[in-house]
């Protein structure tokens, strides 16, 4: 009895990871982020496990409710990037995701960052009637303090703890029973 508590206990423990979904792990820019420079290389997301090149979308929405991705999703094992048009406004920016996991499973999300860029003196070349209108310039992600990545969730822990837990309460139970058992004899 006790060695089928212990076998499905170890059953139970292989295939937390498995069973565990995919998410977003980090991306660039980060989640929140108030860059001064606009992404020059796009916008890239890491998953914590491979990407299905055929289902994954990334659109970019700028504040003046204009998509700034541009062309397809790329897909490598977990990363997943796509470029942005050139000329991003200031104003905040809503990356939007879909994209499907290697086991099947959908995932799906969003998050924000802006772009502020300083007014640059235009004044001078434009007539007073006319604004100065500022864009963002583009920004090297291997700068470290625009690489900021968001921590993991931490849904993978609380998972293999409940498995955990199941395992100790199954053992508690087989213990028990075995403990009548023997009580009976």
Known sequence: MMVAVIIC????????????????????????????????????????????????TISLIGPDDEQWAQGSATVEGPDVSVMVKEGLP?????????????????????????????????????S??????????AYDPNNPSASEDRPPKQNTMLLLSIVGITVIALAAIALTLVIRGKNRQ
């Open 90 to 126: 200031n104003g905040k920016y809503t990356v939007g995701y879909r994209v499907t996991s290697a086991d099947g499973h959908p995932i799906t999300g969003s998050y924000t960052f802006s772009v502020q860029v300083a007014a640059t003196d235009t004044a001078s070349s434009t």
């Open 9 to 56: 206990g170890t059953a139970l423990f292989g295939a937390a990871p498995a069973s565990a979904h995919s998410e977003l792990v980090s991306s660039d820019p980060p989640a929140d982020a108030s860059l001064e420079l606009a992404p020059k290389n796009g916008v890239g997301l890491v998953f914590n496990q491979d990407i299905n090149e055929s289902f994954a």
């Open 128 to 137: 007073p009637s006319s604004p100065a209108t500022t864009t963002a310039q």
